[in-house]
């Protein structure tokens, strides 16, 4: 053996010797992972769609991990107090939030100016769940289904109040993508939540509200809130009377919430498969399945890589509504 190829051979193995170097506390990490309960954030208050799919989740991922897995609400500023949390929190995968329509697929396009890139701080552990959307009024506005209720939005500018969870919720983009598309003006009031929003729509102080099915299917059934369409392209079992919104005169009209995993970009690899792994257990569980069944949302295990395609594609469709609306987020 030359000199020269014996320098090349102890190069070569100082180099190996210092990636396994580098990467054995990555591998160590993953091996002892979790070592503590693991934190999921929600963007928003108690009482909304984001927070029950959370908590339904939770149970069955802390089964898998043998680790309490555990659900925290922070919300305000369109969901960035709950992502910059997260950023903050180590990347170790003890932190997640739950990535949603609003935070990952408009906030990039409708806020001038966010202190993160959600493409390149965040990255993703699974999507969770896509629900439909439902439009419904407070049982004293004079309208049975969508054409009545632009008729009189359109006789009246600005006279409807709808509520919504907050700005850039799914609610207060739904309601935005519906004014777009039937050329009527509403005016918006937002809380800080799903639940505190119902509260004030079925005491009559707002008249109009869209959030997920899970949240407001019992306001329906009991007759405190009327719906007058739905945002899918097709009804929902649940509601089988009540048509879409494209079916209303709209076609091609399409809104649904969706929610998922995602974690600080820095998070190692290893610790992302294994929590993509806990969050397929749970929607294969028949706790979950039945849950998110009954709440007509649709759910199909997957990889990180498809959630990530699946992101990207809302916000090519996204980034246009908030184009071509005008829809500004502060």
Same mark, same amino acid.
């Given at each position: 053996?030359?000199?020269s190829?014996r320098?090349r051979?102890?190069?070569?193995l100082?180099?190996?010797g210092?990636?396994?170097?580098?990467?054995a506390?990555i591998?160590?990490q993953?091996?002892?992972?979790?070592?503590?309960?693991?934190?999921?954030?929600?963007?928003?208050?108690?009482g909304?769609?984001s927070e029950i799919?959370a908590?339904?989740?939770a149970? *069955?991922?802390?089964?898998?991990l043998?680790q309490?897995?555990?659900?925290?609400?922070?919300p305000g500023?369109?969901g960035v107090i709950?992502m910059n949390?997260?950023?903050?929190s180590?990347?170790?995968?003890h932190t997640l939030?739950?990535?949603?329509?609003g935070?990952?697929?408009v906030?990039?396009?409708?806020?001038?100016?966010?202190?993160y890139?959600v493409?390149?701080?965040?990255?993703?552990?699974?999507l969770?769940?896509k629900?439909?959307n439902?439009?419904?009024?407070?049982?004293?506005?004079p309208?049975?289904?969508l054409? *009545?209720f632009?008729?009189?939005?359109?006789?009246?500018p600005?006279f409807?109040n709808?509520?919504?969870?907050?700005?850039?919720?799914?609610?207060?983009?739904?309601f935005?993508?519906l004014?777009f598309?039937t050329g009527m003006?509403l005016?918006?009031?937002?809380?800080r939540?799903?639940?505190?929003?119902l509260?004030d729509?079925?005491a009559?102080?707002?008249?109009?509200?869209?959030?997920?099915a899970?949240a407001?299917?019992?306001?329906i059934?009991?007759?405190r809130v009327?719906?007058i369409?739905?945002?899918?392209?097709r009804?929902i079992?649940?509601?089988p009377d009540?048509?879409t919104?494209a079916?209303?005169g709209?076609?091609?009209f399409e809104?649904?919430?969706?929610?998922?995993?995602?974690v600080?970009?820095?998070t190692?690899?290893?610790i992302? *498969?294994r929590?993509n792994?806990?969050a397929?257990?749970a929607?294969?569980s028949?706790?979950?399945?039945?849950?998110?069944?009954?709440?007509?949302?649709?759910f199909t295990?997957?990889?990180?890589?498809?959630?990530t395609?699946f992101i990207? *594609?809302?916000q090519s469709r996204?980034?246009?509504v908030v184009?071509q609306s005008?829809?500004?987020?502060?």
């Amino acid at each position: 053996m030359t000199n020269s190829t014996r320098r090349r051979l102890t190069v070569s193995l100082s180099l190996a010797g210092g990636l396994a170097a580098l990467n054995a506390p990555i591998r160590s990490q993953a091996q002892t992972f979790p070592s503590r309960p693991i934190r999921i954030v929600v963007p928003f208050a108690p009482g909304g769609t984001s927070e029950i799919v959370a908590r339904s989740v939770a149970i *069955e991922m802390g089964n898998f991990l043998k680790q309490n897995v555990f659900v925290e609400n922070k919300p305000g500023g369109a969901g960035v107090i709950a992502m910059n949390d997260v950023l903050k929190s180590p990347a170790d995968g003890h932190t997640l939030v739950i990535s949603h329509v609003g935070t990952f697929a408009v906030n990039p396009f409708a806020m001038a100016k966010q202190s993160y890139d959600v493409n390149k701080d965040f990255t993703s552990v699974a999507l969770l769940s896509k629900v439909p959307n439902l439009f419904v009024v407070h049982p004293d506005l004079p309208v049975r289904n969508l054409k *009545e209720f632009v008729a009189l939005a359109k006789a009246k500018p600005g006279f409807i109040n709808y509520g919504s969870a907050g700005n850039a919720s799914a609610g207060h983009l739904a309601f935005e993508y519906l004014q777009f598309a039937t050329g009527m003006r509403l005016t918006h009031i937002p809380y800080r939540g799903t639940g505190p929003q119902l509260v004030d729509l079925v005491a009559g102080l707002t008249q109009a509200a869209s959030a997920g099915a899970p949240a407001l299917l019992p306001y329906i059934r009991d007759g405190r809130v009327r719906a007058i369409a739905v945002g899918m392209p097709r009804r929902i079992p649940a509601l089988p009377d009540v048509p879409t919104v494209a079916e209303q005169g709209y076609p091609g009209f399409e809104t649904s919430q969706w929610y998922g995993l995602s974690v600080p970009s820095a998070t190692p690899r290893p610790i992302i *498969e294994r929590l993509n792994a806990a969050a397929n257990h749970a929607l294969r569980s028949k706790t979950v399945g039945e849950k998110f069944t009954a709440d007509n949302a649709v759910f199909t295990p997957g990889s990180p890589e498809e959630y990530t395609k699946f992101i990207a *594609e809302e916000q090519s469709r996204w980034s246009n509504v908030v184009k071509q609306s005008g829809l500004k987020i502060d």
